[in-house]
């Protein structure tokens, strides 16, 4: 558990002018705030400056292992005591008032940022550093289908969660982006709060324009990559408004069979639920379930019980739900697993087995499958171990003393079945 409150991270390179007039200003702010903090200092090579104005403020100097603005971030979030972490520049960009705005927002998300570029928001600065600013957040914000503004400003507020769960790879100002699509992947929430930026007070910036840029571009196919394979914990809540019109189509039609096969059945535990929008449209009462932490994290923004476990041993009394759904799991474990006996388990007699999976006895989705491997390598069908088929799934279930009553088929490749459990 963290000693402090709040942890404010300060990279600076010969920065001691500026620390000697941003320092007895940030003290006052967070004297005002009555919360327990710390400042850090990071620097590669500490100047006397530095360590004066330092110790007269009451603080601590680092001194960073790695180079570079992504090895001072390293370096913070590795020794911060705080249960937030806030960043911000030595340069006077901004008056440290800002950080009450900043605090008063903690509950709203897990990543707070200081944002030019929405409203309420405003940079002054060259009008050819603001063009292509804002051309490289757009980027990124397009291209990363990431719902922030500006990615580049390094005025943030972390939970210390968020950032300690994996160190950042970037070393440049390639690692602002980078902390935000980790943060996506592993479900954590951000949100932009309007930020004023003005010009350095004391002297010049070791922000390179160029530098940066180059550094961001570098580094944007790895985050594509992440961004858009399944360890992004809301994979399949985007796959839901994908550019991609077959995905799109796909996940759209899933989502209107099973809601329309589970609807009137009564609360619905869902296993396996991942982040699909399904969770939002299930009854109240019901209960979603996944071993992903991830994924829950996410799934938050419905309003359904969240439960971490697993399929193989579901934390649930036998006869506990009217409604079972199981989309898109059991291709993904061992046929020999016990998932099918628990899924029968908790369903009341007379409920319904929603189930869904891929049907490897129609050539349809032997070939979607091939076509989806190579053109999304990172998805789900390369975790597909089970093969399924239709007469095999109504076999099984028919000797457990289940009647089908329904079946549908997305594209004649993707399978779902509806059974209803003996009343006996």
Avoid at 153 to 165: A, F, H, M, P, Q
Avoid at 344 to 361: E, N, S
Wanted: charged fraction near 25%; glycine fraction near 6%; charge should be positive.
């Amino acid at each position: 558990m963290s000693s402090l409150d709040l942890t404010v991270a300060i990279p600076a390179l010969n920065e001691g002018p500026n620390l000697a007039l941003l320092l007895p200003e940030l003290r006052q702010v967070l004297d005002s705030l009555g919360v327990r903090s710390e400042v850090l200092i990071i620097t590669r090579e500490a100047d006397q400056q530095t360590l004066e104005v330092a110790a007269q403020a009451g603080a601590r100097v680092l001194e960073q292992r790695e180079r570079g603005y992504g090895g001072a971030l390293a370096a913070a979030f590795e020794n911060a005591s705080g249960a937030y972490v806030l960043t911000m520049d030595a340069d006077l960009s901004h008056r440290p008032t800002f950080i009450r705005d900043m605090w008063c927002q903690r509950k709203k998300a897990d990543v707070i940022i200081a944002s030019r570029y929405i409203p309420g928001g405003r940079a002054e600065m060259p009008w050819s550093r603001y063009v292509l600013s804002r051309t490289l957040n757009t980027f990124f914000k397009i291209g990363l289908d990431l719902p922030i503004r500006d990615l580049s400003s390094g005025y943030r507020l972390y939970k210390l969660d968020v950032v300690r769960e994996r160190p950042p790879q970037a070393k440049d100002f390639d690692v602002l982006p980078e902390l935000l699509v980790r943060a996506y992947a592993q479900g954590w929430r951000a949100m932009e709060i309007p930020f004023e930026y003005a010009p350095r007070e004391h002297g010049t910036s070791h922000a390179r324009v160029i530098k940066f840029g180059i550094a961001y571009l570098r580094t944007f196919r790895s985050l594509w990559r992440l961004r858009n394979s399944i360890e992004c914990a809301d994979y399949d809540d985007r796959a839901h408004d994908s550019r991609i019109p077959l995905q799109r189509y796909w996940q759209r039609m899933r989502f209107r069979h099973v809601t329309e096969l589970i609807a009137n059945e009564g609360p619905v535990l869902d296993v396996g639920c991942g982040s699909s929008r399904i969770i939002g449209a299930l009854q109240n009462g019901s209960v979603a379930l996944d071993p992903l932490m991830r994924k829950l994290r996410y799934a938050r923004k419905f309003s359904t019980l969240l439960v971490r476990g697993s399929g193989f041993e579901l934390p649930f009394a036998d006869n506990s739900f009217p409604c079972v759904l199981c989309s898109q799991v059991i291709e993904h474990v061992p046929k020999e697993s016990p998932i099918l006996t628990e899924l029968c388990r908790v369903l009341k007699p007379g409920g319904r087995l929603v189930l869904g999976t891929p049907d490897y006895a129609n050539w349809q989705w032997v070939w979607t499958e091939k076509l989806y491997g190579f053109f999304a390598p990172g998805a789900y069908a390369d975790e597909h171990i089970s093969h399924y088929t239709r007469k095999e799934l109504i076999d099984l279930f028919r000797q457990r003393g289940f009647q089908l009553e329904d079946t549908r088929y997305i594209l004649q490749g993707e399978l779902i079945l509806a059974f209803r459990k003996s009343a006996a």
